[in-house]
């Protein structure tokens, strides 16, 4: 399902659908205003192809994926204890809105498959970790039926808008040290006549709104580098959509994927991004995750999860650590019991499990934080 655009692409990954947005080439400058148990049901084993390849502009390398039976919460100890291991939010679709043909709640999990807790009602989307594991930034619906960007803390509470006016304020992204946040903003509604999307910058209580980017680029989903001098974003070109980097001193931007690429991550470390690919065979709507390197001048390609026409994965994220990688995982493509949940597999591709489904209703956008001491 695609959404508004960029905004709220909620399910299967896929592209933004920004062919069907005209771009603008005219600047544009933010609103400044400020003001301040589900059970885990058990999903059918995602399948994975052991020794499958691609290609991404660079270098092919192959990883055997493994599958394990889905994690069970009730036979995990942990429930009330804080996770070593972080904290990951995600989105639930929930059901059908008149607005946007969908209702998508934040929950958040711990990464063993306990202390599951729903943190908003609804109309939120792009959860966002800071550093610390305190606060959670999303994109938020207000009255207006615009996009803001707000925050709470990590149990739900305090909530604080950043962001006001009409338009579009979504896909947060926390500087290294918290004290500043990217995303992409249009004072344009969706499917208006010259909506596009440019980078932007705020501090984090919402102050001083400033572009990050090319005003004339029509550029969304930003994601700065683990050492803040870069941001990692989309671009949609009217003919396709290439994975960027730009450097934030010097204002060089390189093409890490001409096109085929969606939900770009950085790696812990900063030097590779883990993305959806777009699958190789006409109809499928899941393509495989792949990891590229893109600490060199050559960016190589490894394959972590194979996307299919049956099952595949979307969105991926890295654990804080590096270690692991949790992403949406779909099942049963194409038929009644389609089904979207939240898998965890290891930063290799291997023991991929279930963490969280729930049948009936879609989980996505995943983030992964720090514990909250």
């Known amino acids: 399902m695609v959404v508004m655009g960029s905004v709220l692409i909620a399910a299967c990954g896929g592209s933004n ?38 290609t ?13 039976a889905p994690s069970d919460p009730t036979n995990v100890s942990g429930e009330g204890v804080p996770d070593p291991t972080g904290r990951i939010a995600f989105g639930r679709i929930m059901a059908g809105h008149e607005r946007n043909d969908q209702l998508m709640a ?7 498959g306990t202390d599951l807790v729903q943190l908003t009602d609804g109309d939120s989307a792009f959860p966002a970790w800071s550093p610390d594991g305190s606060r959670l930034a999303f994109t938020l619906a207000d009255s207006d039926q615009a996009w803001q960007i707000a925050t709470i803390a990590a149990d739900g509470s305090d909530l604080q808008l950043l962001t006001s006016g009409a338009g579009v304020h979504e896909a947060p992204s926390w500087s290294p040290d918290g004290s500043w946040i990217a995303y992409d903003y249009s004072p344009i509604p969706p499917h208006g006549p010259g909506f596009h999307t440019v980078l932007y910058r705020m501090d984090a209580d919402g102050s001083n709104h400033e572009p990050l980017g090319d005003p004339d680029a029509n550029d969304y989903e930003p994601k700065i580098s683990p050492d803040g001098r870069s941001v990692l ?6 003919t396709e959509e290439p994975v960027m980097i730009r450097d934030l001193v010097t204002g060089q931007e390189n093409t890490v994927l001409s096109a085929g690429g969606h939900n770009a991550s950085w790696s812990p470390d900063g030097e590779a991004i883990v993305v959806q690919t777009d699958p ?26 194979p996307g299919g026409d049956e099952s595949g994965g979307f969105k991926p994220v890295y654990s804080p650590d590096g270690s ?39 989980d996505n956008e995943v983030a992964w934080g720090v514990t909250n001491s």
């Open 106 to 112: 934040l929950y958040a999990i711990d990464p063993d």
């Open 324 to 362: 692991h990688i949790a992403f949406g995982c779909g099942h049963d493509a194409g038929t009644p019991d389609y089904d979207e949940a939240i898998c965890v597999m290891n930063a290799d591709g291997t023991d991929v499990r279930i963490l969280v489904d729930s049948p009936g209703e879609w």
């Open 233 to 238: 974003f989309q671009r949609w070109t009217g």
């Open 280 to 305: 190789s065979t006409a109809g499928w709507i899941w393509g495989p995750i792949v990891r590229i390197d893109v600490s060199g001048a050559e960016t190589e390609a490894t394959e972590l999860y």
């Open 56 to 68: 991404v502009d660079g270098g092919t390398e192959s990883v055997a994926a493994t599958t394990t």
């Open 17 to 54: 659908g920004r062919d069907d947005l005209q771009a603008s080439q005219a600047a544009v400058t933010p609103d400044t205003t400020t003001s301040s148990d589900v059970a885990v049901d058990e999903l059918a084993p995602v399948v994975t192809t052991p020794d499958s390849a691609t």
